[in-house]
């Protein structure tokens, strides 16, 4: 089976092979997928998060050799909202590549001047960002449950504002499963793309009643993640929210969603 990496800052997944077709995730840059079939100018991808969709062959790195190479050795992610790899260590650099947060690349080392790292893209091209925009990418928890639980919540939190969109996963734009999907994968957990509780996935099904911070709230087509004091963190395309934004179960509460409470059908944690 041939491997592919996402060669650009955003590299849609689409529901069927053509143009115009529904967007239903997106590959950040550098994730790799498991090519499963061919079709005109689209291919039919599983990524590594076993989710499948249609992607532009054009977007996608293929040669053998530059997918072997970016396997090997550790991989970096974009904790920045937004970070761009300049051909220089200097605000003046001109830029080789813009990603977001949750895009991957290599660190290589620190440049001459304080502050700048230098980083190779899964191109073979290299250059420069910040080395503060950097985290290594997390493959597994690595925290006691509190502190995770903590990290989890402040994850999704750095999305607020953000604005709605259909299959978006990036600070650019964010559906609700992209929202919590990827709170968890920079967390080094791997869960179910969509609003769903599914085997094979760590999240599994709780009472609401025993409900900490950091898990998941199912309703019908829609997931949040709870956040503690009866409030939790979601993407909603409704109008006037818009976006990454908080709502409230408590009716006392300002940000309580009457809408939203009446049709909570589950609760799940990885916990």
């Known amino acids: 089976m041939e491997r592919a990496i996402a060669g650009r800052t955003i590299t849609g997944l689409y529901k069927e092979p053509a ?87 290599k660190r290589l080392e620190d440049a001459p001047e304080e502050g700048w790292v230098q980083v190779e893209l899964a191109d073979g091209q290299t250059g420069y960002t910040r080395d503060s925009f950097l985290m290594p990418l997390k493959k597994q928890p690595d925290q006691e449950e509190e502190d995770l639980r903590s990290d989890l919540v402040e994850t999704a939190r750095s999305y607020l504002g953000t604005q709605y969109r259909w299959g978006g996963k990036s600070p650019l734009g964010i559906d609700c499963s992209g929202l919590v999907s990827m709170a968890y994968l920079l967390n080094g957990i791997i869960i179910y793309r969509d609003a769903q509780l599914k085997e094979g996935f760590p999240m599994k099904e709780i009472p609401f009643d025993k ?44 940000l309580y969603r009457a809408d939203l409470v009446e049709k909570l059908k589950a609760t799940g944690s990885v916990f």
């Open 19 to 105: 143009e115009g077709s529904e967007l239903i995730d997106e590959m950040l840059y550098g994730m790799e997928a498991d090519i499963l079939e061919e079709s005109g100018e689209f291919v039919l991808v599983r990524t590594f998060y076993r989710y499948e969709g249609y992607v532009k062959k054009e977007d996608l790195i293929t040669d053998k050799t530059l997918v072997s190479k970016w396997q090997q050795g550790t991989l970096y992610v974009v904790k920045k909202q937004y970070a761009d790899v300049l051909d220089a260590p200097k605000v003046q650099g001109s830029c080789v590549m813009e990603l977001t947060r949750g895009g991957l690349l």
């Open 211 to 254: 409900k900490k911070p950091g898990d998941a709230l199912y309703f019908p087509g829609h997931i949040a993640m709870y956040i503690g004091e009866d409030r939790y963190i979601h993407s909603t395309g409704k109008a006037g929210s818009d976006g990454v934004v908080i709502n409230s179960f408590d009716p006392a509460d300002p």
